[in-house]
């Protein structure tokens, strides 16, 4: 089993900053990929950011040159750097961990961005 726990969501002005944290615990080994995913209200939950267990990062065009992903591996944590956030990043935002074909959730942090 793996723990995912977040942190850091908050409310914030357009054109603010915020950073996510996802901290991991438990069977960490053998993770491929973590990522950050957001859940409107009435929407789907949707991809924000990965990050393959080799470094590359991949962003849908919704946050892409706005969002950055990174992970420190020695401390077992996942961030999410956002910067340049809009009333439409509002979203319940979760930390995801992928090993093999389990996947993992945490219980989601909210993120509300006032315009």
């Known amino acids: 089993q793996v723990q995912l726990m977040e942190s850091g969501g908050n409310l914030v002005q357009a054109g603010g900053s915020l950073r996510l944290t996802c901290a991991a615990s438990g069977a960490i080994f053998s993770i491929n990929a973590m990522g950050w995913y957001r859940q409107a209200p009435g929407k789907q939950r949707e991809l924000v950011a990965i990050i393959l267990s080799g470094g590359t990062a991949t962003y849908p065009d919704s946050v892409r040159g706005r969002f950055t992903i990174s992970r420190d591996n020695a401390k077992n944590t996942l961030y999410l750097q956002m910067n340049s956030l809009k009333p439409e990043d509002t979203a319940i935002y979760y930390c995801?961990?992928?090993?093999?074909?389990?996947?993992?959730w945490g219980q989601g942090t909210q993120v509300t961005v006032s315009s």
């Open positions: 995801n961990a992928l090993r093999g074909r389990e996947a993992y």
